[in-house]
């Protein structure tokens, strides 16, 4: 096989996986749960320009996913090595299609981490 048919039959592997994963996640949660994810050392303003470079270069792929807000999960800031543990970031991820968002004001900057 050529590596173009490896390289899709991995892609779909790992869709699958994926899909199967957020069914999975999304069928164990009840009304009680938390959907907050910590990050080590987050950076978030690192981490959203990371992500800005790779939707401009095609690396991120655009889904039909509304991300419903019940399944947005807030990334914290959790590095008890700076002793900042548990402050939200201005990061999150939607739970079904795992897309990084953030919020951003009118202007479209980012709102600030603090």
């Known amino acids: ?14 869709g699958a996986a994926r899909q199967r994963e957020t069914r999975e996640f999304l069928e164990g949660l009840t009304k009680n749960d ?4 910590p990050i080590y050392n987050p ?3 690192v981490m959203r320009e990371k992500f800005r470079g790779q939707a401009g270069r095609g690396e991120l792929k655009r889904t039909e996913c509304r991300h419903p807000l019940q399944y ?4 914290i800031d959790d590095d008890p090595a700076i002793k900042r543990a548990g ?3 201005n990061l999150y991820e939607c739970g079904v299609c ?7 004001d009118p202007w479209g900057q980012p709102v600030p981490d603090n």
Do not use: K
């Open 34 to 37: 938390e959907l907050v994810r």
């Open 98 to 104: 795992h897309l990084p968002l953030w919020m951003v």
């Open 1 to 14: 096989m050529s590596d173009e048919a490896d390289r899709r039959i991995e892609e779909a592997a790992a």
């Open 72 to 75: 947005v999960q807030q990334y």
């Open 87 to 89: 402050r939200p970031v």
């Open 43 to 45: 950076e978030a303003f």
